[in-house]
């Protein structure tokens, strides 16, 4: 299948720069025990396609690696972010990563499961890599922030990507661009939905 006339096959860094930006003003939630990582997953559970994503310290020397930090689930109403290092999430993330019903739309999915994998085990279902979806319709630039360009038309700022998510408090930037990043992929797989290109 083809992409439709008016859905162009790339953006250029000019045009990129040209968009408004986008930054998911919504409600975010910091789940912050078992009764908010409850109601979270009552949330998250209700809905058929949630935007997912992880964050991870990044490693600036050879050899060193960090386990995930964040995990970012959007849904229509909210965004809810699991500090993974502050406290046991295996249960419920296990029960939102294998729900069958609920969809996981996300940018390299392989490499967020691998890494969550290194924390507990699970069996992930019903997960949809947009990024993959952009590929087999003959798209070279599959990163969340050119398909954003693209099939939103908005700029998505990358900022604090490179911030330490193992921080205990999380910065209103990062808490932001974590945020918009999970609802990014949401609204991507909303309008893959509504071109016909899923």
């Known amino acids: 299948m083809t992409l439709p006339d008016e859905i162009q096959q790339r953006i250029?860094?000019?045009s990129m720069m040209e968009l408004p930006i986008?930054?998911?003003e919504?409600?975010?939630?910091?789940?912050?025990?078992?009764a908010e990582a409850?109601?979270?997953l009552?949330?998250?559970?209700g809905e058929e396609v949630v935007g997912f994503d992880t964050e991870t310290r990044p490693a600036f020397r050879k050899g060193e690696s960090y386990r995930p930090s964040l995990a970012q689930f959007a849904t229509a109403g909210a965004v809810y972010l699991f500090q993974l290092q502050r406290q046991d999430y295996s249960a419920a993330m296990r029960e939102v990563l294998g729900a069958a019903r609920t969809v996981k739309a996300g940018v390299s999915l392989a490499d967020d499961l691998k890494s969550l994998r290194g924390l507990f085990e699970f069996e992930a279902r019903a997960m949809l890599d947009v990024g993959h979806v952009a590929r087999r319709h003959g798209l070279?630039?599959?990163?969340v922030r050119n398909l954003a360009g693209i099939f939103l038309g908005l700029r998505i700022?990358?900022?604090?990507?490179?911030s330490n998510w193992a921080a205990p408090r999380l910065s209103e930037q990062q808490i932001r661009y974590a945020a918009t990043d999970a609802w990014a992929c949401r609204e991507l797989a909303l309008a893959f939905r509504r071109l016909g290109l899923t």
């Not at 919504?26 to 078992?34: K, M, N, Q, S, T």
């Not at 700022?157 to 490179?162: F, I, L, Q, R, V």
């Open 157 to 162: 700022p990358k900022g604090t990507k490179t």
């Open 26 to 34: 919504g409600e975010v939630r910091l789940v912050a025990g078992p």
């Open 38 to 40: 409850e109601r979270a």
């Open 140 to 143: 070279k630039q599959t990163g």
């Open 22 to 24: 986008l930054r998911y």
């Open 42 to 45: 009552a949330d998250i559970l």
């Open 12 to 14: 250029s860094r000019e």
